[in-house]
């Protein structure tokens, strides 16, 4: 069984800063594309920041320039530093990541998910 856990969420007032980790836990061979995204009340959950394993990066173009993504394959983490917050980054941010257990199948995992609020 593979989980994904995270932290670092909380609030923070605008421009500020938060950390967000996620690690997997459980029995698996190999994790490729991590990523997190977000779901703010009342809309879809969205993209924001993917990275492949060889370190190839993409961003949401709303968060470019402020957020950075960045994982350590020995520890199966990934990160997400947000700088500059703005109230429209108000979400639950979920991590995501692409396991496989047994060869070839590749499955797709998710985080409980952690609220992050941007309020002063």
């Known amino acids: 069984q593979v989980r994904l856990v995270e932290s670092g969420g909380g609030l923070v007032q605008p421009g500020g800063s938060l950390r967000l980790s996620c690690t997997a836990f459980?029995?698996?061979?190999?994790?490729?594309?991590m990523a997190w995204y977000r779901q703010a009340p009342g809309k879809e959950r969205d993209l924001v920041a993917k990275?492949?394993?060889?370190?190839?990066?993409n961003y949401a173009e709303s968060v470019r320039g402020r957020f950075t993504i960045s994982r350590d394959n020995a520890r199966n983490t990934v990160y997400l530093q947000m700088n500059r917050l703005k109230p429209e980054d108000t979400a639950v941010y979920y991590c995501?990541?692409?396991?496989?257990?047994?060869?070839?199948?590749?499955?797709?995992?998710w985080g409980q998910g952690t609220q992050v609020t941007v309020s002063s």
């Open positions: 995501n990541a692409e396991i496989t257990r047994v060869l070839p199948a590749v499955s797709d995992y």
């Open positions: 459980g029995s698996f061979r190999s994790i490729a594309d």
């Open positions: 990275i492949t394993s060889g370190g190839w990066i």
